[in-house]
């Protein structure tokens, strides 16, 4: 059945009637839809538990989410393309590479940023949906309300796994997952069923892949400590010996809270397969002849794992996405479709390591069962040199031993964007994270957008997009990153993470019941997987992928990783930022601290001399349709203004 009921809370105005291009006025829609799921239908199952999920008299399963859509208000002026913006935990933004990151929580409630309002002056239709059960329900975002799993009228119970990690030494800590990305959640997703629970485990290790030290049952507990008092809690974890900062602990206990996780799924796919199939209605939308997703990180995986569970086709077997564009997602799927699922979770391994991470290749491939299904999409695969460094990213087109090339489908185009990382240029988030060095600052904005625009020509048009653009085996340009960590030791004042602490992808083993969702905590791990990173050149920036312009007229060493500032034996890696050295201002700098880049008077002659290969670089971009030409100055001003901050001596 779909979509059951669809309810319309609110319509206002955009912006007060901005007209925006030739699309005119825009609308905000607001409501919440209700979805009702054949258990039997060959559609749904691969949602784990659908099985056991609590059921109406009729049968059916349901689910209820927020939704919202922003449309033209004047149906004709729309250009008949569905944009769906899978709602990353749960924010109302259109992705930031269409437009400048918004700052979320200085918005008001029920704000949607335009960015610079690429896709509203398009006369894009934009839609959203809840997802996500773990979030709490209002205005700020949309989530879910997911049916449990039942055995015998009662919520399925058994072991659940979260890692934890202290930003700063402390005696105790939430139940919440170590990404710290928890939208104002203050409880833990799975409460432990009781507090005693002696069979409970708690380890630590010091990086990602290192070895695990289990701390004794005795020494930590269900509490927390406020002023030397220990008290039992079930939102917290204590530890008689604390919790170092930068360390990794992962605790395994027992729950007794099963949500059908999976259904989130089911709800993108049949929101948009309603959406497209119901011009006018409820929603008062135009006819539409297309519709691309589009997926950002955490919502990029997982679209990854929308595309490896078949979800582009919906119960009556109609194709949901003609494109989906997946961005900075890596090779790794989520915490999105199986037992004790938490979508949130970004670092710890487990079922987003089980699937195939490649396209196609001897281990299997991530397209398999939706095409054995029918439906399957054109993608776009963009990453940044970050999801390379988090040991991922190559997997999605090398072999696991790292030996060999895996050739694109037809319907794939990848790229990287050499040298920037996942945060773009929202630095002030980053040097939030406790990093070693300068964020890169670079915006990613013009090159995203011009992506876009071909990604959208392919799919509504055929126009063949440009050439993907990754490392490759082949011709050298993909290598390991020990070998480029010891060619930045060159660089002076380039802090560097330990390669020891680099993170790995390993083979690992959740237990006999994994293909069906359930997971056997601690799991097992195997061998590890050969991944690789761009080869650089003497400047230390990145060889393989598209190059901004800043990047192919330097005047910094710009990489897609950071380190931390050193917490214990091992400098880790750090979260999600890049790093930039400028290089230094003239030769007497440069040989005052031996550094082997030259300098930036060694280079260019001027600042006239800059602007002007770097509007060659922009227009090389333009003619190669990375960069729109709309975008020229924009793109040459940005670069300008690394410039000048190198040569203030300052940060950008």
Known sequence: MAVETLTVTSTVSYEDGRAWGDAGPYEVVRGVVTFAFDPGAEANRRITDIDHAERGADGLVRAEADFCVLRPKDPALANGGLFFSVANRGNVTIPFGLGPAPDLAALPAGTIPHGDSLLLAGGWTIAWCGWQFDLSRGPRQLALTAPQALIDGEPIAGDFRIDLQAGSDTKSLRLLDATAIMAGRTQPVYPPAGLEQPTASLSVRESPTGPRTTIPRDRWAFAHERDGAVTPDAAHVWCADGFRAGQLYELVYRTAHCPVAGVGLGAIRDFVSYVRSNPGGALGLPKLDRALGMGVSQTGRLLRQFLWDGFNVDEAGRQVFDGLFIHIAGGRTGEFDHRYAQPNEAIAAGFADIPPRAWRGPEGGLFDRQDALGGTPKVFWVNSGWEYWRSDASLTHTTLDGSADIPNPENVRSYLMAGLDHLGANTAMARLMGIANEPTGVDPSPLLRGLFAAFDG????????????????????????????????????????????????????????????????????????????????????????????????????????????????????????????????TAEERSATGDPRPSIAERYRDRDDYRSRIAAATDGLIAARFILARDREFAIESAMRGYDAAMAGGRI
């Open 458 to 585: 392919w799919v509504s048009q055929g126009k063949e997009p440009p050439a993907s653009a990754v490392p490759r085996v082949a011709d050298g340009t993909a290598v390991t990153p020990e070998s480029v960590l010891e060619a930045a030791s060159r660089i002076p004042r380039l802090h560097r993470p330990d390669a020891e602490a680099l993170p790995k992808v390993r083979a690992i083993d959740l237990g006999l019941d994994a293909a069906q969702g359930v997971g056997r905590w601690p799991a097992s791990y195997g061998p590890t997987r050969q991944t690789l990173v761009s080869a650089v050149d003497s400047d230390g920036n990145e060889v393989a992928g598209v190059h901004m312009p800043e990047q192919q007229v330097p005047v910094a060493t710009l990489t897609g990783w950071n380190t931390q500032v050193k917490h214990a034996r091992l400098r880790p890696l750090s979260q999600m930022p890049g790093s930039r050295l400028n290089f230094a201002r």
